[in-house]
């Protein structure tokens, strides 16, 4: 196991946010394209998977983790949005900016050509919460021990399962299972899809690549999701698993718990205002 971090957010409003991500290169390939970012600062927590090439697409994820934070921070000091609908569609705006950065990028860049990355992204301000997703990473929601999964795959396999031209069983097989229709860095400009989402206390989240959700199935989600061992151990026992299911992609798994704040005095203490990347990031 490698490039593991953990963090408690000072802010989260009404809750205590806590997270913990961990990245693997897995049993089969021989590089590590996956990237998280744990930022407690801005409150933004992500999982890229770069595609195009291992040069190209370790630098784009690696951009997304170092990058992707400034850019929204940007966004939000120019239009701070006052509710979660405007909290959405500014997540999208910032990320559909940083991808046609990236593709404005590439024509100058010959690593950078044909180059691009998934990304799945939560952003968590003063209680309310956000998805911004490109690609196949997931998000996944465990509430009083019901798994749902948040976000929809923008691959060409999902697409015609959507237009019911084949049924799941056939999109599991179909060969374009893993060629995306939307990603970071695509031509023409991005259209990432968001959402907004309402916290309760309990809940914990799951961002993840393909390496973890197309190995295990969700009942092994739940049940690692759902002990209560820390959320550095959790990480750990997802990727574990994945890589004894074979390991065939790069493994990455950031955890999110939310909670009630704890009372005066009794606050939980760890790395605070302090953002967090994976170690893999250049």
Not at 13 to 32: C, H, M, Q, W, Y
Not at 155 to 169: G, P, R, S, V
């Amino acid at each position: 196991m490698s490039n593991q971090a953990k963090l408690v957010s000072p802010g989260g409003g009404p809750f205590k946010i806590s997270a913990a991500g961990l990245t693997d290169r897995g049993r089969v390939r021989e590089n590590n394209e996956d990237v998280f970012s744990l930022n407690s600062e801005l409150g933004l927590y992500l999982v890229a998977d770069g595609m195009g090439g291992v040069q190209g697409g370790q630098a784009v994820a690696t951009s997304i983790a170092r990058a992707f934070p400034a850019q929204l921070a940007a966004f939000y000091r120019e239009h701070p949005p006052h509710n979660q609908k405007e909290m959405a569609r500014l997540f999208g705006e910032a990320l559909a900016s940083f991808s046609d950065e990236i593709l404005a990028r590439s024509a100058t860049n010959p690593a950078l050509r044909g180059a691009g990355a998934a990304i799945v992204a939560c952003w968590i301000n003063d209680g309310d919460a956000a998805l911004a997703f490109m690609g196949d990473c997931r998000a996944y929601l465990l509430r009083d021990g019901n798994l749902k999964l948040l976000t929809s795959d923008h691959t060409i396999a999902a697409l015609l399962l959507k237009l019911n031209k084949i049924d799941e069983k056939e999109a599991s097989l179909h060969p374009g299972r893993h060629a995306l229709t939307c990603y970071v860095g695509m031509e023409p400009a991005a259209l990432p899809e968001t959402a907004a989402l309402d916290l309760h206390s309990s809940d914990r989240l799951l961002l993840c690549s393909d390496g973890l959700w197309g190995t295990i199935s969700e009942d092994q989600l739940v049940h690692h999701l759902s002990t209560d061992r820390g959320l550095d151990s959790i990480c750990t026992e997802l990727v574990k698993a994945a890589n004894n299911a074979g390991g065939p992609d790069n493994i990455t798994a950031v955890v999110i718990r939310v909670d009630s704040p704890a009372p005066a005095g009794q606050v939980e203490q760890g790395r605070q205002s302090i953002p967090v990347m994976s170690e893999n990031v250049l």
